[in-house]
C-alpha cells in the first residue's frame, strides 16, 4: 500500500544557515562528487542547490577558475638527438616518433589517424 502524506496550514520551508549552504555546496562540487547524490542526501531540490552556487559566485564568496599564467622555460641542456621516424598521413598530417617506440604502438597510431 502506498503512504500520502496530506500537510495541512501553511506551507513548510526550511531555512538553511549559510554554514549549511557553504557545506552542501562543497560537497555537490567536490571532485567526483554528483549534485543529485548530494541533494538527495540533504533532502533539498538539485535547482536550490545550483542556485546557492550562482550566488555565491556573484558575491565573490566562492572561488572560480583562477588565471593561468604562462610563463616561457629557459632550456635546460641541449639533449642528445633521438634518431625519429617520420610518417606523412594524408596531406596535412606528419607523425615523429622515437625509433624506440614500440612497434605495435606505432601501427595503431597510423591506424588511428588514417580513420580519421
Not at 549534485?35 to 536550490?48: C, F, I, N, P
Request: proline share 8%; no cysteine.
Amino acid at each position: 500500500m502506498s503512504q500520502m502524506t496530506l500537510i495541512t496550514g501553511p506551507e513548510r520551508r526550511r531555512r538553511w544557515s549559510e554554514d549549511e549552504q557553504r557545506q552542501i555546496l562543497a560537497a555537490a562540487f567536490a571532485p567526483d562528487a554528483n549534485v543529485r547524490d548530494v541533494s538527495r542526501q540533504y533532502d533539498v531540490a538539485t535547482s536550490l542547490i545550483y542556485k546557492w552556487r550562482r550566488e555565491a559566485l556573484a558575491s565573490g564568496q566562492v572561488p572560480g577558475f583562477n588565471e593561468m599564467v604562462v610563463v616561457p622555460v629557459e632550456p635546460a641542456t641541449a639533449l642528445a638527438p633521438v634518431a625519429m621516424v617520420e610518417i606523412e598521413v594524408g596531406e596535412k598530417g606528419l607523425v615523429r616518433l622515437p625509433m624506440t617506440t614500440p612497434p605495435a604502438l606505432a601501427s595503431a597510431i597510423v591506424k588511428a589517424l588514417r580513420a580519421r
